[in-house]
């Protein structure tokens, strides 16, 4: 299995693959004009394995001496191996070497596994803004799906 060996910042020409993966991996995916925004006005990061293979990517907005985390995403081949504990650390290395201080995230209530990896590096919880997201439920009786809201837990962690 191949290991995380390095970030580089993401450009225009990554954005094909990381639109597939974006959309393997969320119900509500950013669109190419959303990563767009994100390449002129932030800091966005690709993951590398030692064989410049693509792992995942970041999206990072920064305000003085803050860091938000909008988008933190490990391709799906990738997932349950470290990769995204590793890419994180190296994120807020490298974000603490920049000189930013403070690392703040947003997550969906239901999104666990995100939650375990957050919590796991250090993050606390901060609060909740209520019906933060939109998201989509299965009715059973009906057997549609449906649009719902969903809360979001505020995260951060100092660097
Ligand atoms: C969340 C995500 C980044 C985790 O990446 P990953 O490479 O699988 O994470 P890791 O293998 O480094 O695991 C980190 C921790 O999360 C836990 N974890 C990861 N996936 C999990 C899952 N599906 N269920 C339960 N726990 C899980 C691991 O057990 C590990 O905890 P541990 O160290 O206490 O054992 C990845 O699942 C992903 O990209 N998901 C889709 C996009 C997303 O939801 N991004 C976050 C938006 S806020």
Redesign the pocket.
Known sequence: MSELSYLRLMQETDLHWVLQVEQQ??DFPWSQKGFENSLDQGVNYIFCSAEHEMM?YACVLTVLDEAQ?L??????A???????????QQLMDKLKQAGYEQLL????ES????Q???L??GFQTDGVRRNYYRCQEWREQTGELVEGKEDALLMSRSL
């Open positions: 991996s969320y995942g985390l988008n933190f995403c490990i391709a799906p990738f997932r349950k191996s470290g990769i995204g504990r590793a890419a994180l995230l947003e997550v969906r999104n666990l596994p995100a375990k990896l957050y796991g590096c």
